[in-house]
Each structure stands twice: as C-alpha cells, then as structure tokens.
C-alpha cells in the first residue's frame, strides 16, 4: 500500500512566538543563516525575525544563538511541525 506524507505546519494565529532580546543581540547572523525559512532578517546591528508566517517552528535559531538572544515560545493554539499522512 502507498502512503503519501504532507507536511504542514501550524497555520493558525503567529502571534511573535520568536522574539529576539535586543539586549543580547549581538548581530552575528547565525539566526538567519540557520532559519531555513528566511524569517530573520537583519535590522540595524541587530536581527529581527519579521516573517512569522513563513516560520515552522524547528527551533534552530533558538539552538544555534550563542547569547541567549532568541525568545522562542510555543504559538497559540498550536505546536511545532505538523505531519498529515494520507
Ligand atoms: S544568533 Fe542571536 S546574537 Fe546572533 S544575530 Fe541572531 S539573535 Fe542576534
Ligand atoms: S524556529 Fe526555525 S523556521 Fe522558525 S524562525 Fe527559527 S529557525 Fe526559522
């Protein structure tokens, strides 16, 4: 039997469940270059994530921010990538 696997994500309400700690950004950009989903864009000296929408919820700009400066929370409503299998 074949079994065809959709990914999908939560697409419900973003809120800014990903936050960046201006006090803690150092702008190093390992944040966007790890997002695969090209939430984080840079802003000034600092990098904001800005395109929520897009985001899948991996955690790795969480993972990878060396200064604790990535605020990651779980959105309403929803958690983390979801699988669809049909
Ligand atoms: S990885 Fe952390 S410190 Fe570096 S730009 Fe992103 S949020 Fe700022
Ligand atoms: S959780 Fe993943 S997809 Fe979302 S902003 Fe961070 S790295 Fe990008």
Redesign the pocket.
């Known amino acids: 039997m074949k079994v065809e696997m959709k990914v999908d994500y939560y697409p419900g309400d973003p809120g800014e469940f990903v936050r ?2 201006e006090s ?9 270059k790890f997002c695969t989903r090209n939430v ?1 864009v ?1 802003d000034g000296k ?2 904001r994530p800005k395109n929520l929408k897009a985001c899948v919820e991996c955690g790795a ?1 969480w993972n ?7 605020i990651f929370e779980e959105p309403k409503g929803g958690t983390g990538v979801r699988f669809e299998y049909g």
């Open positions: 960046v700690d803690k950004c150092t702008g190093c950009g390992e944040c966007a984080w840079q600092i990098f700009c990878v921010c060396e200064f604790d400066a990535v």
